[in-house]
């Protein structure tokens, strides 16, 4: 060994030790034992699925609210000044509200189709609190208040004994989807009502001169007449109520489904007497459905609008002409209870017969009370029909043929039906 391999070995022999104990490999320490926690089996649980329970029954007037397009309560005073002058009698606003409820749901249910702003399923509240008003020369008619040149524009029929602008269904369907057509042209629905009460020409004139409405949740600020102002703060007043009835002291009424209108197809041209009796409905009530016949002698040969308690019997098919079809008069707990007739001249103990009789004598009354047992009882007069009387005292058709044994539901002048069930 040279001298340089002497000084150099006290150098390297660290380096060498380092490397050889950083290369011996010491066992792991074992790994502690790990028990598995004993797993005890589910037991089977009865566990109805979700969408097995059954859904909750539909709210009419929250659907409404969802659709509504325009602005709240608060957007104008004047708005909450024609709500507060429509509920100043909460009851008689509540009974209005109820006796134009399926027209309402038909007329909200067009909007829908057409993708139409739900406010305006209540325009026919501030046209013509949606009677069907005849038409007369250069007049509006119907519950849309339609005018001749704008029915012909829609393609509605207006002749001497037919008038398609009093139809609820083609005027609804024709009138929804003008609007429509005005909103893709205006953009704003708040223009939209505008339009309709003043005219879309002249609207447009209008917001080439002086521009369209500034930002904003109120009336618009464009120029209009003051009647079309407020004809535009109505309705907003009336969406208004349905957003918030608690505001005003009132209750919305129930949609009851049968009182939900219904197109019915005309297989074969009969007449508007036959359709009727059909139906189990008056001729009156027939042509309140279906007001574009002016006449009573008109022919049917499309369509009728009809409730579905009546819809459903129209499609089971003629009424055997020789059958009796009023169903019994009243049962035998009804006639012979004691009734009071509007003169006083039913005696205690009176059978079905002389309580026929004693209607019979008696003018139209309200409801008489029965002594024993407590049920409220009713005289069908002339003109009425089971859906009016049951519309009138606010239960269900359904209802009325339960608590009379009815079968169909054709009745007859005199007729005694009981308005509750016994108790």
């Not at 490999?25 to 969408?51: C, F, H, I, M």
């Not at 907003?236 to 608690?246: Q, Y």
Request: charged content about 25%; aromatic content about 6%; glycine content about 6%.
């Amino acid at each position: 060994m040279n001298v340089s391999s002497r000084r150099l070995l006290p150098t390297l022999l660290p380096l060498l030790l380092t490397a050889c104990a950083g290369g011996m490999v010491r066992p792991a320490p074992p790994s502690p034992t790990v028990t598995a926690a004993p797993v005890t089996p589910v037991q089977d649980v009865a566990v109805a699925p979700k969408l097995l329970r059954p859904a909750p029954p539909a709210d009419f007037w929250s659907d409404m609210r969802d659709s509504f397009a325009m602005p709240g309560c608060d957007a104008d005073p004047q708005v909450m000044a024609w709500a507060r002058t429509y509920t100043k009698q909460p009851n008689r606003f509540e009974q209005q509200v109820n006796e134009v409820l399926p027209l309402i749901v038909y007329a909200h249910k067009s909007a829908m189709k057409h993708s139409v702003a739900g406010e305006f399923a209540l325009l026919p509240w501030v046209e013509s609190q949606y009677r069907h008003v005849p038409g007369q020369r250069n007049r509006p008619a119907g519950m849309w208040q339609i005018m001749p040149q704008t029915a012909r524009t829609l393609g509605l029929r207006v002749e001497k004994n037919y008038d398609e602008r009093l139809d609820i269904t083609k005027s609804t369907e024709s009138v929804m989807s003008m609007m429509r057509r005005y909103y893709d042209d205006l953009g704003d629905w708040r223009l939209v009502d505008v339009a309709y009460n003043a005219g879309e020409f002249g609207l447009k004139k209008t917001l080439d001169k002086h521009g369209g409405p500034s930002d904003g949740d109120g009336l618009p600020d464009v120029p209009m007449k003051a009647g079309t102002k407020e004809h535009l703060a109505k309705l907003m007043a009336m969406a208004c109520i349905v957003r918030d009835p608690a505001r005003f002291n009132v209750s919305l009424p129930r949609q009851d489904r049968e009182d939900t209108l219904q197109v019915v197809q005309v297989s074969s041209p009969q007449s508007l007497a036959q359709a009727a009796k059909q139906s189990g409905l008056s001729m009156n009530d027939l042509r309140d459905f279906n007001p574009a016949y002016r006449t009573s002698k008109g022919t049917i040969s499309s369509s009728l609008l009809l409730p579905k308690s009546a819809a459903d019997q129209y499609k089971l098919g003629p009424v055997d002409p020789v059958a009796d079809i009023a169903g019994p008069v009243a049962d035998d707990a009804a006639a012979d209870a004691p009734v009071k007739s509007t003169k006083g001249k039913a005696k205690a103990g009176a059978t079905a017969k002389n309580a026929r009789a004693v209607a019979k004598a008696g003018k139209p009354s309200k409801p008489v009370k029965v002594d024993e047992p407590q049920v409220v009882i009713h005289k069908v007069n002339n003109g009425e029909s089971l859906w009016t009387i049951a519309r009138r005292h606010q239960v269900s058709v359904e209802q009325l043929m339960k608590w009379n044994d009815l079968q169909t539901q054709a009745v007859k002048p005199g007729q005694v039906l009981k308005l509750t069930a016994s108790r």
